[in-house]
């Protein structure tokens, strides 16, 4: 076998007999061996050796190693970095904002054509934007974050320009595109952020937990990883592991619970499912045609938010631990993600969170996880023996806001830092790459700070094993040998009716009954419902855009009446449809306003409809301090202040509807984000389903009767906000659970279904250590 350098003058061209044209790009077969496929336009040209063809990515007319696919890939990566400049290897550490497809007019995920808004550009949905062109270009970068997208066939045909563009340029590095999940039912928060087109929808984190089903999971990775695939992306940013420790944390509904042993098993099935290629879809190891590389988040545990408060935001920027419970947290990474049973063996990427794991670094040094050297280095590195890819959460290197409630950077541990130094910092501690960074110059300036610190050789070769890592992960995926997409296949396979199927069952097996009273529930035949409307306050997103305040039915009616009448007149009904959420705190723990006020700022979140005072909270934060913007803040305690949840009303519609029922039977099903107090209402339903993100469709399937409930609850319910103030946030299992009428506990693992109370193995297995 020719290995090595190959002179021009013993290749030729592509045979046209063997060549197949597909638009803007085409495929030439190897008999054994993979199929290439490159653009027309791009200056690429094939090398043929005996029978076997090559991509001349660098088009220097010779066999590079890392042209090669017949070598190991760490040996591809070596070569290729052995020719990258400093500026390319700062570019293959980017990892873009986010990118619409087409790109928004304006605000989140904005961009133009040709100096103009896509509406008045005349621009393809699949063209790149003028931003993409500058990032790909001048700014060396590969890797790339995906939103929103018009359809599966502009998702494929962008993939295929965006290929085509990298591949033209220097050393034909392809793009590794990205993206938050998307394939739950609603994908409308910063880091559920995918939507478009027609694709299967599963339960939500905690509704996969839900299920207690690893199995189910592995499934919905494998499934997802084909329709990512079909949409040209390469690498989810996915799955959440955190424990869900802190009922109040705004992120608890895309965890897998509050279970160290049930996040671990869904975390290593999860990754397997999303990274394991098998048969003719295999190329080596696991990683093939179908593989999705997993980026594992948020290192070490970002479940244990002080009081519950975000780290999007300096207001919630610090992870304590009261309960000294550290370990539990890295164990679902660990013992998980780092222990897969499938032939990838580990995840290919791990992220930080944002916070500052407080107290944990035995030297005192508290910084953000992706700034922390103990974390990264001395825990995942070196304890663990982690080799993968280690990229920062989104905007870390950026500059905060004017205030903690200001959604921008989060450089928290190094506000005072500047941006230069902060990328710096990170990349001595071990970070790899830059979430949310399209700019090289900071990168760059990293390198010649550590250059003048420790040397050129030094810091070359640091930035040479992060290039390699990166690359890594771009050739086991086979994007070196073929990017491209057949777009009318990518159309038949994104949603198709097999995945849709099973995404359906999924959420019907996450569904939980948690009160069943007199066995109201099913409701069977074709009976007559009444379902209230439900009043929407206006709420902000974390840009500060508002949705207006509104009054409407809380499903689609139109599935409703494919199993029951409507009616708008209690009195015509036979029974009652109650649809809620779970209680939102509008301020998520920090209020402008108080701060205005003379006050601190913090506030209390809660978990109940009705006026909430914080008796039972902390005197004193276990953590404080943001040099910048709140220096004079040495305590966050809220103790004694007093909320309302901004959905309050939804409490009083359910006790309206008892009232107006006059006894006849009324059925509340929740759409829980986190746990709440049901104390509240609960004695006014006969019938009390809670679910985590499912269709109108699947809630039917279960209150009529079809499908027969099996979910089982994945975390607490707490007894009151006196439980939640006192439990600490690091430690599961530590909550006064809920009662009811009927006197079931809501604790871990509880669920009905039509007979009562599920014993089965599912909640034998996985039960409170």
Known sequence: ????????????????????????????????????????????????????????????????KYEDWRLPIEERAKDLVSKMTVEQMAGLMLYSLHQA???????????????????????????????????????????????????????????????AFAEGLSLGIPVNN????????????????????????????????ATFDPNIVQQFGSIAAKEYRALGITTALSPQVDLATEPRWYRLISTFGESPALSTDMARVYIDGFQTSTGVDEIKDGWGWTSVNA??????????EEGGRDAHFAYGKFAVYPGKNFSAHTAPFVNGALKLSGKTKEVAAVMPYYTISYGIDPSGNNVGNGYSKYLLTDLLRQQYHYDGVICTDWLI?????????????????????????????????????????????????????????????????????????????????????????????????????????????????????????????????????????????????????????????????????????????PAKADFALVFVSSPVSADNGYSAEDRKAGGNGYVPISLQYGQYKAVAAREQSIAAGDPVVAPTVKNRSYKDKTVTANNFMDLQ???????????????????????????????????????????TSA????????????????LQMPKDMATVEKQSEDVPYDMDCYQDSDGHSYDFGYGLDWKGVIHDSRNAKYHKE
């Open 1 to 64: 076998m020719i290995k090595g350098i190959i002179t021009l003058s013993l290749l030729i061209g592509v045979l046209p007999v063997q060549g197949q044209d597909h638009s803007n790009y085409q495929t030439i077969g190897n008999t054994k061996g993979p199929t290439l496929g490159y653009a027309t336009n791009s200056g690429v040209k094939i090398l043929t050796i005996g029978k076997l063809h090559f991509k001349d990515l660098n088009k220097n007319g010779k066999l590079d």
């Open 101 to 163: 497809l087409p790109s928004h007019e304006n605000g989140f995920a904005s961009g133009t054509y040709n100096g103009q808004p896509f509406s008045k550009s005349g621009a393809a949905p699949s063209d790149i934007s003028d931003q993409q062109k500058q990032f790909l270009k001048e700014d060396n970068l590969r890797h790339i974050l995906i939103t929103t997208v018009a359809n599966p066939g502009v998702a494929a045909a962008w993939n295929n320009n965006v290929q």
């Open 178 to 209: 990205s993206s938050d999940p998307r394939h739950v039912t609603q994908s409308n928060a910063e880091f559920n952020a995918g939507a478009g087109g027609a694709i299967s929808q599963w339960p939500d984190g905690l509704g996969l937990a």
């Open 295 to 304: 980026m594992v988040k948020h290192w070490p545990g970002g479940g244990p």
């Open 397 to 569: 290197t950026a500059n905060e806001g004017a205030a903690p409630d200001v959604f921008e950077g989060k450089p928290w541990g190094l506000e005072a830092s500047t941006v230069d130094e902060r990328h710096y910092q990170a990349i001595i501690a071990g970070v790899d790459q830059f979430g949310g960074n399209n700019d090289a110059k900071p990168v760059i300036a990293a390198y010649q700070m550590g250059v003048k610190e420790h040397g050129e050789a030094f810091m070359k070769e640091r930035f040479q094993r992060s290039a390699v890592r990166l690359l890594k992960n771009i050739f086991r995926v086979g994007l070196f040998e073929n990017p491209y997409l057949e777009i009318e296949k990518s159309k038949a396979i994104v949603g198709n009716p097999e995945f849709m199927k099973a995404g359906f069952e999924a959420q019907l097996k996450s569904v939980v009954l948690l009160k069943n009273h007199a066995n109201t529930l099913p409701v069977t035949g074709r009976k007559t419902v009444y379902i209230p409307k439900i009043y929407y306050p206006m709420l902000k997103n974390w840009w500060g855009m508002p949705t207006m305040p509104h009054f409407d039915y809380p499903v689609d009616t139109n599935t409703v009446k494919k199993y029951y009448n409507i009616t708008a007149i």
């Open 653 to 695: 519609t359910i006790l309206d509807t008892r009232s107006v029922m006059n006894g006849k039977p009324v059925v509340v099903v929740v759409n829980a984000g986190k746990p709440m107090v049901f104390s509240e209402f609960e004695k006014s339903a006969d019938g009390l389903l809670i679910h985590f993100g499912v269709s």
């Open 699 to 714: 809630m039917m399937e279960i209150i009529s009767g079809k499908t027969e409930p099996s979910g089982l609850l994945p």
